[in-house]
């Protein structure tokens, strides 16, 4: 599997059980479907910049967050 | 045209200036064609969070510094 998309598969999962939402409550809110969000969660998915910006927006955060906490998530 | 990849484009062009890097230059180092990295700086492609990630390492930066500077740009 490759290990950027794990890593971010695990930010988002990380950051959505934060905010307390659901997988399809994420996905509502950014208006992504929910097995989407549950393939990004499972690193199957290589998101694309309007992606992250779209997560970002929902879980209420800036992009340039989630990308720093995955930033530390590298070996 | 899409703001974000705009905004993408515009901060990838800066940094890869600011670097001393030709397009071409840039493109070898991250392993992506010239004419993308062209693209990507005019805008006129969303890259993926791979994408993102092989331009950082070729810029001697990381994803989140690039992604906060992309932040920043928001009206």
Known sequence: MDPLKRRF???IRK???EAGLSQEA???KARLHSTYISMLERGIRMPTLGVID???????TT???LI????RTAD
Not at 54 to 60: D, E, I, N, Q, V
Request: no cysteine.
């Open 26 to 28: 994420l996905a509502h």
């Open 63 to 65: 992009m340039g967050s």
């Open 54 to 60: 779209s997560l970002a927006s929902a879980l209420g």
């Open 68 to 71: 720093t906490e995955l930033d």
């Open 9 to 11: 598969g695990t930010v």
């Open 15 to 17: 950051r959505r059980l």
